[in-house]
């Protein structure tokens, strides 16, 4: 290759990347995090130098101060949150991504990483069965994702209603209804209110056992109301993974004249399965969708893709131009018109090397693996003597009380205390309706049957000694034994 420049290339500090990546991934780490929040200060909060540091030096400081703060959800045995497990090949694509520097902010800024775009967004359409001229906006999250869905909607309603939001602005504008569940994903609502909406705006409905809203009680509301509306349904609830009748919602949208958007942030992966869509029937009729790819695709952080039936709208609500943004006739799309910001990372580079990686066969496989494990999990908790499973596992997550929910909260604390206690395993407690559940999420890339019969063993052998009559107060520190069961690693 013609040599353009005359840096010397520094091959040191790639090559300690590498040669440290290797190793992590390959072998066993401590899954939790083994520092405190002082020591980990102690490595990076380090006077600004006024000389700088050698590069290799500064890499090797890099390991040494980050490492003992890492959370392994590349682990296979990490259950806490919906977190994907950062696919190796995604991993290369990315270095190649930074390596590259591109700034996927106009065509001409990296005609590679505009094309790029291009190429998933067709494969994303395909993979998960939706209209296939939506466009897709490559962002940083789910978050994001919501963002600018909702951000097109507003225009578009608001439009239909003879308003020009990105004229007029929002001040002044006819007041929109925001219908969904009480229990929608925090982030619909900071999205919301990020995009100027607030609690006078939002309809929220009563959530049933599993978060969801009930098409009855959505009728209801939006026949109440007259003018602008949105619609935002989910597709996999953050606790119990469960969709709304997305069929349903979708014909009382159309019958409004609103706008849908549906939170399938994990949950819209289901249909890239076939033993899976029909639990999201319905949701190809919407007008928008969030949807992750550092979740069940398992692209490295950070990946969403923002999915909008109307190219239009969607441009419009995040339109931008200037002088210096040059554009031509014969370029390919502009990155920046489907996304909030102008520069960015080329995130499309690492989502496109992940899909070509598994493909079509290997990402239902990926889906169908984790649901089913998932199930037997629940059916191996389920026989569990004083244990119970809150939800329908019909996809990933499991939701797990205590069938006696007298000192719910110590017991489940205790519980997810002397899982992690081993450092082997990482899991988490949540809050939801107003009980204190142990929520696990089958979803690191590696996670399969082996894994979630060591964590449902580990469970079993825990248990007893925790749900006895008088365990009133939480287990203390020095209170905590190691399980005796093994874990799995791959
Ligand atoms: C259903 C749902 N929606 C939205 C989000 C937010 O996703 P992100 O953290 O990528 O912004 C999550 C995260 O777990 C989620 O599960």
């Known amino acids: 290759m013609k040599q353009h420049r005359s840096d010397p290339v520094p091959a040191d500090v790639l090559a300690r990347a590498a040669d440290y990546a290797r190793a992590y991934r390959g072998g066993r780490r401590p899954i939790s995090p083994t520092a405190s929040a002082a020591e980990l200060r102690g490595g990076f909060c380090l006077p600004l130098t006024e000389d700088g540091v050698a590069g290799p030096r500064v890499i090797d400081e890099l390991i040494a101060a980050a490492e003992p703060g890492l959370v392994g959800n590349t682990d296979p045995n990490f259950y806490a949150w919906v977190m994907g497990g950062s696919n190796l090949v995604g991993v290369a694509a990315d270095w190649l991504t930074a390596t590259w520097g591109q700034n996927a902010a106009i065509y001409q800024s990296s005609p590679a990483a505009a094309i790029a775009e291009e190429a998933v967004e067709a494969w994303l359409l395909d993979l998960l069965d939706l209209p ?115 069929g349903e919602i979708a014909a009382l949208a159309r019958f409004h004249n609103a706008w849908m958007h549906v939170d399938g942030a994990f949950g819209l992966w289901a249909r890239a399965s076939a033993d899976r869509k029909a639990l999201t029937a319905g949701s190809e009729l919407a007008d928008s969708w969030s949807v992750d790819g550092h979740k069940w695709l398992q692209v490295p952080y950070d990946s969403g893709f923002a999915i909008v039936r109307h190219r239009d709208a969607h441009r419009r609500a995040m339109q931008k131009s200037a002088g210096y943004l040059n554009v031509a006739e014969e370029d390919g799309r502009n990155p920046s018109a489907f ?144 399980t005796a069961a093994g874990v799995v690693r791959s």
């Open 339 to 482: 996304t909030p910001g102008l520069s960015r990372r080329a995130q499309a580079f690492a989502a496109w090397a992940v899909l070509r990686s598994h493909g079509r066969k290997g990402i239902a496989a990926l889906v169908d693996r984790h649901c089913e494990a998932a199930t037997e999990l629940a059916a191996r908790i389920c026989r569990i003597n004083g244990l119970s499973i809150l939800n329908r596992v019909a996809l990933n997550q499991i939701v797990i009380g205590c069938r006696d929910q007298k000192n719910e909260h110590q017991k489940m604390t205790a519980l997810a205390n002397r899982l992690n206690a081993g450092n082997r395993v990482f899991v988490r407690t949540a809050q939801w309706k107003e009980r204190t559940v142990l929520r696990l999420s089958v979803i690191s890339e590696n996670t399969d049957f082996r894994h979630v019969e060591t964590l449902a063993a580990m469970i079993g052998e825990i248990w007893p000694a925790i749900d006895t009559p008088c365990q009133t107060k939480p287990v203390l520190e020095h209170d905590l034994v190691q």
């Open 132 to 246: 296939r001229d939506s466009s897709v906006g490559f962002v940083s999250d789910a978050t994001m994702a919501a963002f600018v869905g909702l951000a097109a909607a507003r225009g578009e309603v608001l439009r239909r209603a003879g308003y020009d939001v990105e004229v007029a602005g929002l001040q002044g504008a006819p007041k929109v209804h925001i219908f969904l569940s009480d229990d929608a994903h925090v982030t619909n609502y900071a999205a919301l209110r990020q995009l100027g909406f607030g609690e006078a705006n939002f309809h929220k409905l009563p959530s049933d056992g599993a978060g969801l809203m009930r098409p009855d009680d959505l009728a209801r509301a939006m026949a109440r109301v007259q003018g602008p509306k949105i619609v935002l349904a989910q597709a996999g609830h953050i606790n119990s993974s469960g969709f709304e009748p997305l």
